[in-house]
């Protein structure tokens, strides 16, 4: 049974932010890489798929197949597909995913297209890119299986489960848990309890082995964006310890946050993992690193 | 027409000498220093587009320690950034205290080989 390989290409949120701030953690939009053996899957366009790209066409493959997942079409999410190298190669074949029945996504990624926005046209791109949907909430990409689920954020957006053996990985981002407490008074009552959340939410991160999660907000910020569509990444935490996450990577860091920033962030949440009492390893996202899964 | 240019090889690029502001400073290379166990206190100077780290013979930065395997990791030179990748070792690669199969290097990270720590530093 091949591994599966994670590699993190964007790990930032809301707009690039390029700059010796944040040259560790990087400043890409959402993009993530997940391998197992010859299926490659990418999970959001953000800008770091500009670089994903470089790295694919340097490999020279003769044929290349991209399955594409978007968790929803905010700029952040799609703006690195119009600079896709391979979407450039009649060689390449790209399947983007959406709910049943709604090709917006798909819609929207090459409406970003339009001459007003971009000078190549979507039609023009010599890969073959081809809408594909899920039926119900799971779809196979080559031999691995993806299952999706809804997340609360404006306009929605999708959370997905890659499972391939017994190994899992779930990427999760722009999602308000907060917004989605089943006691959301319990924060300012008692901020150290565990904060629940519902049970099916709960129940598509279940046992994940890595588990890759939008953790923008400090407890503090939070305050100042309820109904933004990002959570605290202390209630991240919570989700993670609820559904018995080995790993959990803090993603799609806050523009305004430097490195020393996420490092807090990392710390804060770290220490809230030992205080649940349980042994789940939490790391910030970073571009250029690839894990084993 | 023919420009007078200085070659970096680090950064595997062409400047022209005379654009403004800009002037060109000598190159120093990228470092692993040793922090904790048997390679403590060496320095390793990264001057190539690949490296191999092991206790083998075929390693080109060699590691003195039975927890290091005899090819444990490949260095290799991108754009002047080095990446870090583990070649199937038996104790794997650890960067700040996470196991990673892969990584780019940046100034201040802390690698760990087995019972090897390095620390990376960046050059100019």
């Known amino acids: 049974m091949s591994d ?22 990087g400043g890409n939009t959402s993009c993530v890489e997940v391998r197992v053996g ?7 366009a953000g800008t770091g798929m500009r670089e994903l790209g470089v790295h694919l066409l340097k490999a020279r493959q003769k044929e290349l197949t991209v399955h594409l997942f978007l968790s929803h079409p905010h700029w952040d999410h799609i703006q690195g597909f119009p600079f896709f190298g391979p979407a450039y190669v009649n060689t390449t074949t790209m ?5 049943k029945g709604d090709d917006k996504n798909y819609q929207l990624l090459s409406g970003q297209m339009a001459n007003a926005y971009f000078p190549v046209r979507f039609a023009d ?21 993806v299952k999706s689920f809804g997340q609360k954020h404006p306009g929605g957006s999708v959370g997905f489960r890659v499972e391939h053996g017994d190994k899992s990985v779930v990427f999760a981002t722009d999602s308000e848990l907060d ?22 939410l709960v129940a598509a991160v279940k046992g994940a082995d890595l588990l890759i999660a939008d953790a923008q907000y400090t407890d503090t910020e939070y305050t100042q964006k309820v109904g933004w569509g990002h959570p605290r990444a202390t209630t991240v935490v919570d989700l993670a310890v609820q559904a018995q996450v080995r790993q959990l990577a803090l993603s799609h860091h806050d523009p305004m946050h430097s490195d020393r920033d996420v490092d807090l962030m990392v710390l804060e949440c770290q220490e809230r993992a030992e205080s649940h009492g349980v042994e789940l390893e939490v790391f910030g996202a970073r571009e250029g690193i690839t894990l084993k899964v | ?11 595997h690029t062409q400047v022209a000498v005379r654009v403004k502001g800009f002037r060109p400073v000598v190159q120093r290379p990228h470092l692993l220093e040793g922090k904790a166990g048997p390679a403590i206190g060496q320095k390793f100077v990264l001057d190539a587009n690949e490296l191999i780290l092991g206790r083998g013979d075929k390693a080109t930065l060699p590691l003195d320690s039975e927890e290091v395997s005899r090819q444990h990791a490949k260095l290799t030179r991108n754009e002047g950034e080095y990446t870090i990748e583990d070649l199937g070792s038996r104790n794997g690669i650890v960067l700040n205290g996470l196991k990673v199969h892969s990584a780019i290097l940046r100034d201040g990270d802390q690698v760990q080989l087995g019972d090897v720590v390095l620390a990376y530093r960046e050059g100019t």
């Open chain 2, 1 to 11: 027409m023919a420009r007078e240019t200085v070659e970096f090889e680090d950064f």
């Open chain 1, 4 to 25: 599966i390989f994670v590699r993190f290409w964007g790990v930032r949120g809301s707009i690039p932010t390029p700059g010796p701030r944040t040259r560790r953690y």
């Open chain 1, 125 to 145: 791109l010599g890969a073959n890119i081809v809408a594909r949907s899920f039926a119900g909430n799971t779809v196979k990409a080559g031999e691995v299986k």
């Open chain 1, 95 to 99: 399947y983007v995913y959406g709910p």
């Open chain 1, 38 to 44: 010859d299926t490659l899957m990418v999970f959001d």
């Open chain 1, 179 to 200: 917004q989605l407490l089943t006691d959301p008074d319990i924060v300012k009552r008692e901020p150290e309890s565990l904060r629940e959340l519902p049970d099916d």
